[in-house]
């Protein structure tokens, strides 16, 4: 309470009356007169009163007016939970609602058995109308099988599944209609030019499907981001945490944080605004204090993800690296099952980095052959090892090749001593480099003979040559690769792109500024810049700019 006791409001002649602690509080003066006054400070609390009172008494439980308040009579019903306190629409509804209908091929291009060719807009009923016979439509969201002709020329095209979707029980909220027509190319073709020929119909662009379920609060921004990361998903993992994302994890767990600070918000302007009439409970500040710290910690740990999810989106960066001749380029070409790299029993045939993505135990994965690392004998060569150096100080995870029945070459000891010990020596964090050991050519040691590896221990035993060992390095992979991507089976939501990790970092330094201040009304206004970062980053305060840049990575018919 003593931080508070400090802080003052602004705009307020000194009053008689006593404040918190018994010490003299100003009050908030209004202009005009007194009954417009009560109205004017009366609106101000309801805006806030209502969402925050429905927050803190949970669903189905009756309405309970605030100590001392009476919050207004026809105040809104809250919206479902992690859809309401952050507004998905943006675009204007209704102006997508007069706007032209939109059709394209949804599925992939090329020859296929089944095309899906779908429309959205307030014309698609016409649409299917035009173009099937009989002309009535069919029952909401059953598939129908229908003739289908030029409504110019009459001119028979196909016979397909159509299917009819009203708004707004549709994906884009509007009324859709999908023609499932043979994947020939003629077909498409012909189909597609048909819709062309009907008024009020064009061609969609890049993404416009999705982008009119996004304006029609079918999906909010976080889920849009989701659906393009399952579009594009190449490995296990990075289809698990697209699916999480689409379903809504991130976005229900920043509306949640939202409704922390919309409650917070209500209580500060409560206080603002009715502090002097002794109408609110003891200890009202002090619960917003502790419910803002939890806040805090919670926006802090996700901060602290070492931007796993950015790198299960984009892929690891994983760099081979050893002295000549161990058998990183074998490697490389065992683990991306193709020649990537040239194998020679010359040393020194990798003279550049050589790069492969790769699927790696259900991650995704940039696989990096470099160089040998050793005094180069000519400038090309040496050239060679600079970028290997480099690419080392890049990697998520190095995988250290040595040869194990050659560990006390000088090349080895070299690398040993310049690459795998300072490494190691290093504490692990989360967030630090990491190594993996290979000892290649496995084959070429004595069953029978004293382990010479035993001084490098943790590593592992692999012969490129026989494939002995393989099952147990990718077994390591993927627990590597778990700790550097994260685990999207499991656990909180991972930011998967940059703009997440802004929001979030500036809704925590919204939040520290909070604590800072002493003034009740900077105070309140802290609060309302940490709502807007959380509303950016579900969609609720985009602009235009930011909507482009995303819908623009999804195909056309989507």
């Known amino acids: 309470m003593a931080q508070w006791q400090s802080r003052t409001r602004l705009a307020r002649p000194p009053q008689s009356r006593g404040g918190v602690g018994g010490a003299p509080r100003p009050a908030r003066s209004f202009p005009g007169k007194p009954g417009q006054r009560a109205a004017r400070r009366g609106l101000m609390w309801r805006g806030l009163w209502a969402p925050a009172a429905r927050a803190a008494r949970g669903p189905g439980s009756r309405r309970v007016p605030a100590p001392g308040v009476s919050p207004p009579p026809s105040a809104q019903s809250l919206p479902a939970p992690g859809r309401g306190l952050l507004p998905r629409t943006g675009l204007g509804t209704a102006a997508l609602a007069s706007g032209p209908t939109i059709f394209a091929l949804s599925s992939g291009q090329g020859r296929c058995g089944v095309a899906v060719i779908r429309t959205s807009g307030p014309a698609s009923s ?47 909220g509007e009324d859709c209609v999908e023609f499932h027509v043979h994947g020939g190319a003629a077909v498409v073709s012909g189909v597609l030019q048909a819709l062309g020929s009907v008024p009020g119909l064009r061609p969609a662009e890049a993404g416009e499907f999705t982008r009119r379920a996004f304006a029609h609060g079918k999906l909010s921004l976080t889920e849009v981001e989701g659906l393009a990361d399952l579009i594009h998903a ?40 009715f502090g002097e009439d002794d109408n609110l409970e003891e200890g009202v500040l002090e619960q917003v204090d502790i419910e803002l710290q939890a806040l805090e910690a919670a926006l802090g740990a996700h901060l602290q993800d070492a931007r796993r999810g950015q790198r299960l989106r984009s892929g690891a960066h994983v760099v081979v690296a050893g002295p000549p001749n161990a058998g990183k380029s074998s490697l490389v070409n065992l683990l991306s099952q193709k020649p990537v790299s040239i194998v020679s029993p010359e040393p020194g045939t990798t003279r550049d980095v050589l790069e492969s993505p790769v699927d790696l135990a259900g991650f995704p994965v940039l696989l990096s052959d470099t160089a040998g690392l050793r005094e180069g004998v000519g400038p090309v060569e040496q050239e060679g090892v600079r970028r290997a150096h480099e690419r080392l100080e890049q990697a998520d995870l190095i995988m250290a090749v040595l040869d194990a029945s050659d560990l006390a070459s000088p090349q080895s000891c070299s690398f040993m001593d310049n690459i795998l010990v300072p490494h190691r020596a290093r504490s692990p964090t989360g967030s630090s480099q990491r190594l993996l050991l290979v000892l290649n050519k496995s084959d070429l040691l004595h069953p029978e003979a004293p382990d010479p590896c035993s001084a490098l221990a943790p590593y592992l035993l692999l012969s490129c040559l026989t494939g002995e060992g393989l099952d147990c390095l990718l077994e390591a992979l993927k627990r590597e690769l778990a700790a550097v991507c994260g685990d999207p089976s499991k656990g909180p939501p991972l930011l998967t792109r940059a703009r997440h990790h802004y929001h979030l970092q500036g809704c925590l330094e919204a939040l520290g500024h909070y604590r800072q201040v002493r003034d009740l009304a900077l105070a309140a206004e802290a609060l309302r810049a940490a709502r807007r970062h959380l509303a950016y980053l579900t969609g609720g305060g985009h602009t235009e700019e930011i909507l482009d840049v995303i819908f623009r990575d999804f195909c056309v018919g989507k």
């Open 126 to 172: 016409h649409a299917l109308r035009s173009l099937s016979a009989p002309r009535d439509l069919p029952p909401p969201r059953s598939a129908q099988l229908r003739r289908l002709s030029d409504p110019l020329s009459g001119e028979p095209l196909d016979r397909a599944l159509v299917l009819w979707f009203p708004g707004p029980h549709s994906f884009t």
């Open 234 to 273: 190449e490995t296990e993992a990075q289809r698990r945490q697209a699916l999480r994302q689409l379903d809504g994890e991130l976005g229900q767990l920043c509306s949640s944080w939202a409704e922390t600070l919309t409650k917070a918000l209500a209580y500060v302007e409560a206080y603002i605004d």
